[in-house]
């Protein structure tokens, strides 16, 4: 996906009305997620240029009801909420993993059946602050994830969703097929008729 188109997206996008904008910046962010390739795919929304915490609160249940994807607030302060989008099937599926319930339950997620007891846990930590576990919950191979928890020096050998200690080969196709799920956002809302002034 090219720069240029990216930054064409932006400019298109911000001539939208909130409701609009909110709804086509959200399935940008988590184009992975919808597509159900990723399990899960965090956000923050900030009031800044545009008011996006405000417009949060304000179409949230719609917004979220028409993409057909769950949210859950993992942080909430006075002028943020960083919220994670997920499916439950998929985020399931993903915790399911053996080897990502074996690490999971070495950070305490032991006999957590549920999807919605696992964020439970995460919501909680998160408050103090953002746990490593988090990667997983995003869909990051735990072996990446155990090498940035240990930190021992050692170079990351690739970085874009996340740092890549082992396996660059398959990083980088997961990276292109994220890259190739918002490409198709771009390319929808940019063929959306504008109305001429």
């Known amino acids: 996906m090219s720069k240029a188109c990216v930054h064409d997206f932006f400019r298109v996008l911000d001539r939208f009305e909130d409701r609009d904008f909110l709804l086509y910046k959200i399935q940008y962010d988590i184009a992975p997620t ?61 915790l399911a993993v053996w080897k990502n319930q074996n690490f999971l339950k070495g950070q305490g997620y032991a006999d957590l059946p549920k999807v919605e007891d ?38 990351c050998l690739a970085c874009k969703y996340w740092k890549v200690y ?3 080969e398959n990083a980088l196709k997961t990276f292109e097929a994220y890259d190739e799920e918002r490409e198709k956002v771009v390319q929808a809302v940019l063929s959306i008729p504008r109305k001429s002034a």
């Open 34 to 94: 919808l597509a159900e390739i990723k399990p899960s795919s965090l956000m923050t929304f900030v009031n800044h240029k545009r008011e996006m915490l405000i417009l949060w609160d304000r179409y949230k249940e719609g917004i979220c009801l028409q993409l057909q994807v769950r949210y859950c607030e993992l942080r909430r302060k006075d002028d943020r909420v960083i919220v994670l989008f997920y499916r439950d099937e998929t985020l399931a599926n993903c």
């Open 118 to 155: 696992s964020l439970c846990l995460l919501r909680q930590r998160f408050e103090e602050e953002c746990p490593h576990e988090l990667g997983i919950f995003l869909g990051y191979p735990v072996e990446d994830v155990t090498a940035f928890m240990e930190g021992n020096g050692a170079p």
């Open 166 to 168: 082992q396996d660059v």
